[in-house]
């Protein structure tokens, strides 16, 4: 495939524009919401393959890349020029069922346009500030400040909710306005938060889930001793102390499993007897660990 030379028609017109700023008295903001025009750029590359795959159906002696060139300029052209005319009509689609072989066609032809670097994302990019421009003519996606002075101009720059900043989370690197600030910092995967389960931990966003099911010393669990009857469930941490509040009852479900026959009343009595060859030490230690089944560890 062919690459194309530059958008030049896009270049020229950029250009116009800022021999206009330096012969007027006005001077604009060109801010945008990054994410917004992030998005349209994205959204170009499938939208041509679709013209092109579209365009070359059933046409054996063309195949998509020989009219990507072609469309690609009608594309940027409508775009940048035309989209301004239409900002008050609504345009639906319908009927745009694809076969599945034609959506491979889409697909492959994608990934060839990205591969080969046939029409790049910044440039798609300028291709979408200018849609911006030309269709958000309530500044909800781009700013329109003016101002009488290239020095009032740079004042505003520095201040413009649309400014761009980085993430300041370690290992972020997204992008984002400042006025998306807030949103981003809500859902920032590398931002390092509070345990929701409220143990004393900070937990990187992205590793709550884990850290909640794992180790968190939060995280309710059942009884060591839930297959032989008790449904008790607590914190982790609070485990070794119920195990020993409980070491009777405890003992008594394991004599209950073992002798599925025996009485209640004789297996208490039981309880108190291997709590009396004791000597007392199984009863003022307290400690339930080495009577826990071997398959529920605490």
């Given at each position: 495939m062919d690459l194309p030379t530059s958008d030049m028609e896009l270049v020229r017109e950029n250009e116009k524009i800022e021999d206009d700023k330096e012969r007027g008295l006005t001077f604009h903001c060109e801010l945008y919401d990054t994410e917004i025009v992030h998005k349209l750029a994205q959204a170009f590359l499938p939208g041509l393959s679709?013209?092109?795959?579209?365009?070359?159906?059933g046409d054996m002696f063309r195949n998509p890349g020989s009219v990507a060139a072609d469309i690609r300029k009608e594309?940027?052209?409508?775009?940048t020029q035309r989209s301004?005319?239409?900002?008050a009509e609504s345009v639906v689609?319908?009927?745009?069922?694809?076969?599945?072989?034609?959506?491979?066609?889409?697909?492959?032809?994608?990934?060839?346009?990205?591969?080969?670097?046939?029409?790049?994302?910044?440039?798609?990019?300028?291709?979408?500030?200018?849609l911006v421009k030309n269709v958000d003519l309530k500044n909800i996606f781009h700013c329109d400040k003016k101002s009488n002075t290239a020095e009032e101009l740079a004042e505003h720059v520095v201040n413009c909710g649309f400014r761009t900043m980085n993430c300041t989370n370690e290992g972020c690197s997204t992008v984002f306005?400042?006025?998306?600030?807030?949103?981003h910092d809500s859902a920032c995967p590398f931002k390092i938060i509070p345990c929701e389960q409220q143990c004393s931990e900070n937990v990187l966003r992205r590793e709550m889930d884990r850290h909640c099911i794992t180790v968190c010393r939060m995280k309710i669990?059942?009884?060591?001793?839930?297959?032989?009857?008790c449904q008790s469930t607590m914190p982790h941490f609070r485990i070794q102390q119920h195990c020993s509040d409980n070491l009777l009852s405890h003992l008594l479900y394991t004599l209950k499993?073992?002798?599925?026959?025996?009485?209640?009343?004789?297996?208490?009595?039981?309880?108190?007897?291997?709590?009396?060859?004791?000597?007392?030490?199984?009863?003022?230690?307290?400690?339930?660990?080495?009577?826990?089944?071997?398959?529920?560890g605490c």
């Open positions: 679709t013209a092109c795959v579209n365009n070359t159906t594309m940027v052209d409508y775009l301004e005319r239409f900002v689609l319908e009927g745009w069922l694809l076969s599945e072989k034609r959506e491979d066609k889409i697909d492959d032809f994608v990934q060839e346009m990205e591969i080969s670097g046939f029409w790049l994302l910044d440039r798609r990019e300028a291709v979408a500030q200018i306005c400042v006025s998306h600030l807030e949103k669990v059942s009884c060591p001793f839930y297959a032989v009857g499993t073992i002798h599925k026959g025996g009485s209640e009343e004789d297996l208490k009595k039981r309880v108190d007897q291997i709590v009396e060859s004791s000597s007392g030490g199984l009863a003022d230690a307290r400690d339930a660990r080495s009577l826990i089944p071997q398959s529920q």
